[in-house]
């Protein structure tokens, strides 16, 4: 079984640097975004999928369609992938926005605050409620199988969750790796364990080990 977490192509909202992650039909993909998305439809061509889940948001499920164009696949769109949702700072593009941003995800992983939030916000446990039963489900579906699950979602939810599921990834590599826009992080269930065997183009050994940078 492998797993295969995509962010999705470059959006409006890339290029403003706005917090966008509540208002699911806004900043659809740019051009480059597109082709991004297209660029990686041909790099996954040869990837045959048993399922494919999708974000509800908008520039996941543009992203989400491209890649799917010539397999004509159910998408099936889910919020247990939906980017965290950061409160009051949606809509805002500021410095400060992100500084406090940034140091909402130190609060979580370096104070080990996970019920701290934006006002109005989510929590990192209340992302783990949404997003660990849900690939927990499907492991356990897809286990011990040669299954393809793939995945268009986001930044934001990615990094702050996949650390918890992936054996030999933490959030010290996650934090100097950010993933890239289509960046797509590939994990391999290997005797019980899921390990990442790339992300966003670094090969890692099951031990965590750079293996190559492509």
């Known amino acids: 079984m492998r797993f295969y977490f995509v962010r999705h192509g470059e959006s409006e909202a890339n290029l403003t640097q706005t917090f966008s992650n509540q208002f699911h039909e806004k900043h659809p993909l740019t051009e480059k975004g597109r082709a991004q998305a297209h660029a990686l439809a041909e790099k996954l061509r040869d990837v045959s999928f048993a399922e494919i889940f999708v974000s509800p948001m908008l520039r996941a499920r543009q992203t989400a369609e491209i890649i799917n164009a010539s397999r004509g696949m159910t998408l099936t769109i889910t919020s247990a992938i939906v980017e965290h949702n950061a409160g009051d700072l949606e809509g805002r593009a500021d410095k400060a926005a992100w500084d406090e941003y940034s140091k909402l995800f130190e609060t979580w992983i370096v104070a080990r605050d996970?019920?701290?939030?934006?006002?109005?916000?989510?929590?990192?446990?209340?992302?783990?409620?949404?997003?660990?039963?849900?690939?927990?489900?499907?492991?356990?579906?897809?286990?011990?199988?040669?299954?393809?699950?793939?995945?268009?979602?986001?930044?934001?939810?990615?990094?702050?969750?996949?650390?918890?599921?992936?054996?030999?990834?933490?959030?010290?590599?996650?934090?100097?790796?950010?993933?890239?826009?289509?960046?797509?992080?590939?994990?391999?269930?290997?005797?019980?364990?899921?390990?990442?065997?790339?992300?966003?183009?670094?090969?890692?050994?099951?031990t965590g080990t750079i293996i190559d940078e492509i």
């Not at 011990?144 to 959030?171: C, Q």
């Not at 010290?172 to 065997?197: D, M």
Request: aromatic content about 10%.
């Open 114 to 206: 996970l019920d701290a939030r934006m006002p109005n916000g989510e929590s990192f446990n209340e992302m783990r409620a949404r997003f660990i039963p849900f690939l927990s489900d499907l492991a356990q579906k897809y286990a011990d199988s040669d299954a393809n699950i793939l995945f268009v979602g986001h930044a934001g939810i990615f990094h702050a969750m996949l650390p918890l599921v992936l054996a030999n990834v933490g959030y010290a590599f996650g934090s100097q790796h950010i993933l890239s826009n289509t960046g797509v992080v590939v994990a391999e269930q290997q005797n019980g364990a899921l390990v990442c065997l790339e992300w966003d183009g670094v090969k890692l050994s099951p």
